[in-house]
């Protein structure tokens, strides 16, 4: 065989290659991706939710009373 055909393969392989790893590495084009990632934005955007201390929960420091 020539060097030819084995620098052919080598090509072939090697585009085979890049193409699996562009195909695995393309974000997702759904709807329901761009819905989820809409919404993860909003949840880091969203302020956190007040706490509600419970009946038996230690007091907050750097409160006082009175």
């Known amino acids: 065989m020539s060097s030819l055909v084995f620098l052919g ?3 072939v392989l090697t ?3 890049c193409l699996f790893l562009w195909l695995r590495s393309r974000p997702p084009r759904s709807m329901e991706a761009h ?3 809409f919404a993860a934005e909003l949840e880091a955007l969203s302020p956190d939710k007040p706490v509600n201390p419970g009946p038996n929960s230690p007091p907050r ?6």
């Open 9 to 11: 393969l080598a090509v």
């Open 15 to 17: 585009l085979c290659g």
């Open 35 to 37: 819905i989820r990632d």
């Open 61 to 66: 420091k750097g409160r006082r009373s009175g």
